[in-house]
Every structure is written in C-alpha cells, then in structure tokens.
Nanobody, 121 residues
C-alpha cells in the first residue's frame, strides 16, 4: 500500500483559501484513484472530492462544487485540494485517501493522518 502524508491545513478567515497537498510514498500514486474526505468534530467522515488515475475524471460533493478543486501531479506523486471561499462549516480534519477504485464512500484502502482546517467567521 501507498503511504500518504497531508499538509497545508491551518487557520483561515471565512472567504479565504487554502491548498492542501497529499504526497505519496512507497508506491506510485498513478495506479490509484485518489480522494479527499473530511471529518468535523462529532460528525462522520464525509466525501469531499475524488479524481481518477489519470486526472481526467473528477467528482465533488455538492458543498464542494464551485469552491474546491481536486488535481494531481503524478510526476510528483502528489494530489491537491484547492479550497476557495471557505466557510466556518468547512472546519474539519481533511484526509487524503487512495484506492484502486474511485468512489465516494470512505472505504478507500490507504489513508493519510489528516490535516486540520479551521475557518473563523
């Protein structure tokens, strides 16, 4: 399995932007579909966005459409999540995940440790 490490989280004011990165090691991420999920305190982990192996197909949760963009650079073994127009309700720990099959359920095979995003009002 691939090991994943997220970075880029932090504290931002509402309306601001953050770009999360997820670097893979141990295996090339080019063989995996990649996803971003998030989990707010007291809530279940939820799907944010996913991208196919080549990057040609993306899928977003309704709340992410128009504000978030998932992308990947297989040469850098990295997947990104650009988040714009952030809202306080986007506050959560964001997780990167990898699996051979793309999906919106949090049943991916490999997970990072998460990076915390806090959006102040």
């Amino acid at each position: 399995q691939v090991q994943l490490v997220e970075s880029g989280g932090g504290l931002v004011q509402a309306g601001g932007s953050l770009r999360l990165s997820c670097v893979g090691s141990g295996r090339l991420i080019s063989i995996y579909a990649m996803g971003w999920f998030r989990q707010a305190p007291g809530k279940e982990r939820e799907f944010v966005a996913a991208i196919s192996r080549s990057g040609g197909v993306t899928n977003y949760a309704n709340f992410a459409k128009g504000r978030f963009t998932i992308s990947r650079d297989n040469a850098k073994n990295t997947v990104y999540l650009q988040m714009n127009s952030l809202k306080p309700e986007d506050t959560a720990v964001y997780y990167c995940a990898a699996d051979l099959l793309v999906g919106i359920r949090p049943d991916y095979a490999s997970w990072g440790q998460g990076t915390e995003v806090n959006v102040s009002s």
